[in-house]
């Protein structure tokens, strides 16, 4: 298991809970069990938010669920389900020291409104962070094997941004990207909750990977004929409209680092109703001009920046970018609001973010490495340029402990992993501690096991935007 500083340093990163963060290494790990379980790794696909966060899109909202349609009905069995996932309990606590008790496993089996049999289960666990005392916290599962599969699934990396990825990475048996359109969009028109309109609008938005209208209606009509209900149009959701506002932020705003607004979402439904009826694309804006010598870095940009100082702050601006949400920016020892739309690489190897600044449109660029500090900002805008900035590459952050491991197959006897030991403080003779800040890097000398993040200036003299958080030990 990872140490919890990791997590930490992770949370602070992103602007989002301790907790938030734990529950999806967490996640990742219960996904590995599942998909190296030999009962039922070609049963079992998965689908809904968690998929497109874990799957498709690694820049997203935090989701809390796994969602799956099993094509053996057989196996929504509680004592099938108890004795499979007490095996993948053991595996995982093997593989990892993530505690899954025995007794917090509970399957709930019930009848559907289609008269057929699906399950909710919990499974109780306790990772890095989790209180020592006290209940543990809960991920839940959503069983269906009656579900409309359209296409036919296929395998997909699972995004496991934490130092102890396995070697080779995990991999889950997925919906295809159309067919989780296509049943996000179902659900938007049955329930119409905020998670729905916030997955369609990001879906639709991604131009690089969306489906044809025809194809995406097509496998709508699909679903939608099998659950019983019509094929949705815009009317069919404007009253639905105060109860989705009023969710919005809390359904939302635990997922996300910061929330949009929700009429930046709302407004955008119109004019995905009309490529979906019509086929009428919506208009993209062209590209900022390559200045020459310009290459646009486009795919998992986080690769070629995790060693260049102000990297850190790109995740914040690519979530941004994908949300149609402006950022305050920290710069040359200024700060101001920007519209985020590209990256890109000059002659010389600097990474450059071309931005319009939001009050007057004015172009410019800033150098990545140095940007002291980047927020999102609740303030939504519509782009004049194409967004370049996507959804689809993560920023790898330097692990807090480097470590190549190989998944261990079921059966196999491994030595179980431990908490790591935690160090206390002790007095000025004692031992020193070290921390670096996950902003700046810049590194503290503490005598006192005290990792708390406080206001401070980086390496070369400029307040860092790490103000409030924790900091990384450093071994």
Not at 310 to 325: K, T, V
Not at 329 to 339: A, C, M, N, P, W
Not at 372 to 397: H, K
Not at 447 to 455: A, Q
Request: charged share 25%; proline share 7%.
């Amino acid at each position: 298991m990872i140490d919890r500083r990791e997590i930490l340093a992770m949370a602070a990163t992103v602007s989002l809970r301790p907790d938030v963060i734990e529950k999806d290494y967490v996640l990742g790990w219960l996904l590995a069990g599942i998909y190296n379980h030999p009962a039922i790794n070609k049963n079992w696909v998965f689908k809904g938010g968690t998929c497109l966060k874990k799957c498709y899109f690694e820049t997203y909202r935090f989701s809390e669920d796994l969602d799956f349609t099993l094509t053996d009905e057989s196996q929504i069995d509680k004592d099938f389900l108890r004795s499979t996932f007490e095996t993948i309990a053991e595996w995982v606590y093997e593989q990892t020291g993530i505690e899954v008790p025995k007794d917090g496993l509970s399957f709930d089996i019930y009848t559907n409104p289609r008269g057929k049999i699906s399950c909710q289960g919990k499974v109780s666990y306790r990772g890095p962070v989790s209180p020592t005392s006290g209940g543990y916290p809960k991920i839940k599962l959503d069983l269906t094997a009656d579900e409309k599969l359209v296409l036919s699934p296929a395998l997909q990396p699972v995004y496991h941004p934490y130092s102890d990825e396995p070697e080779g990475g995990i991999q889950a048996l997925c919906y295809v990207y159309e067919e989780v359109f296509g049943e996000k969009f179902r659900a938007l028109a049955e329930r119409t909750r905020p998670r729905d309109l916030y997955d369609v609008v990001n879906l639709f938005r991604n131009s690089t990977i969306k489906p044809a209208a025809g194809v995406l209606l097509d496998i709508l009509r699909q679903k939608c004929e099998f659950k019983g209900i019509a094929v949705p149009v815009l009317a069919d959701l404007e009253s639905h409209k105060e109860s989705l506002e009023g969710s919005w932020a809390s359904m939302l705003g635990h997922q996300l680092p910061n929330l949009p607004p929700v009429e930046s979402y709302w407004n955008e439904l119109p004019a995905i109703f009309e490529w979906i009826e019509h086929g009428h694309e919506p208009v993209i804006p062209t590209a900022y001009p390559l200045k020459p010598g310009e290459t646009i870095i486009r795919e998992r940009p986080g690769r070629s920046l995790t060693v260049r100082h102000g990297a850190q702050h790109i995740e914040i601006i690519r979530f941004a970018a994908a949300n149609r949400l402006c950022v305050e920016l920290d710069y040359d020892h200024k700060t101001r609001i920007i519209e985020p739309y590209s990256l890109r690489q000059t002659q010389d190897g600097n990474i450059i973010l071309h931005a319009l600044r939001a009050d007057d449109g004015q172009h410019r660029s800033y150098r990545v490495d140095r940007i002291q500090g980047a927020r999102v900002t609740n303030r939504a805008f519509t782009p004049r340029y194409e967004v370049e900035l996507t959804s689809s590459g993560p920023v790898v952050l330097a692990p807090t402990v480097a470590e190549s491991r190989k998944i261990k197959p079921f059966g196999t006897s491994i030595r179980r992993a431990t908490r790591p030991v935690r160090r206390t403080g002790s007095s000025s003779f004692g031992p020193k501690y070290v921390f670096q800040c996950p902003m700046c890097q810049k590194k503290f000398t503490r005598s006192k096991h005290d990792s708390k993040l406080n206001k401070h200036k980086d390496k070369n003299g400029y307040p860092c935007s790490g103000r409030t958080g924790y900091l990384t030990e450093v071994k």
